[in-house]
Every structure is written in C-alpha cells, then in structure tokens.
C-alpha cells in the first residue's frame, strides 16, 4: 500500500514558477515507477510525466517538454515536478502517482494523491 500527499500548488502569473512535490508512506516507495498527471475541468485526466523507479527514465507529454522537469529523491520518499514557464492552459488539478512499471497511461497506475491545483493567470 501506498499512500500520496502532493503540495506546492497554487496561484502564478504566467511565465512564472512552481514546484509540486508528491510525499509517499511505506518502505516500497523506490520500487515503483511515478508519473503526474493533471485533469482541467471538463477534461480527461492526462499524463504529464513519469519517471522510473531509480529515475534514469523519464517520460513527458509534448506540451510541456523544456518546460516542466519530473524528479524523485528515494532516500525521502518523495516526486516532484518542477514547472517552468508557464501557462494559463497549465492551469488543472495535478495528481501524483504510483505504477508498478513506467508508464504514460493512466489505468496502470495503483495509488492516486488528492490532487493540487494550480491555477495560472495571464
């Protein structure tokens, strides 16, 4: 079992920057693959990055490759996903995620967070 707690969403003008973070209990953490995903409302919840279980791979949508950098630090259990320049489209709930594999799909993930939103202005 996994349990996901993300943080660092918030309100940011567009060009600005934010960093989400995605805390996980249990001892397995480094043995799962995790990805970011982020739903606007009206929308399907999609992939934004994933990353693999040592973080030698990772995986990005197009519309934010060169923007956003997805990240994990195994020693405290936590993702992040770092957000450069950014945008008004941008603006969604971003949800943290546990696979058992790296994948950008969603129904191969475990274990959801709550979700953070991040709203951008123009």
């Known amino acids: 079992q996994v349990q996901l707690v993300e943080s660092g969403g918030g309100l940011v003008q567009a060009g600005g920057s934010l960093r989400l973070s995605c805390a996980a209990s249990?001892?397995?953490?480094?043995?799962?693959?995790m990805g970011w995903f982020r739903q606007a409302p009206g929308k399907e919840r999609d992939i934004v990055a994933a990353i693999s279980w040592s973080g030698n791979s990772t995986n990005y949508a197009d519309s934010v490759k060169g923007r956003f950098t997805i990240s994990r630090d195994n020693a405290k259990n936590t993702v992040y996903l770092q957000m450069n320049s950014l945008k008004p489209e941008d603006t969604a709930v971003y949800y943290c995620a546990a696979a058992r594999w790296t994948s950008t799909r969603r129904h191969d993930y475990d274990y959801w967070g709550q979700g953070t939103q991040v709203t951008v202005s123009s």
């Open positions: 249990g001892r397995t953490f480094s043995s799962y693959a």
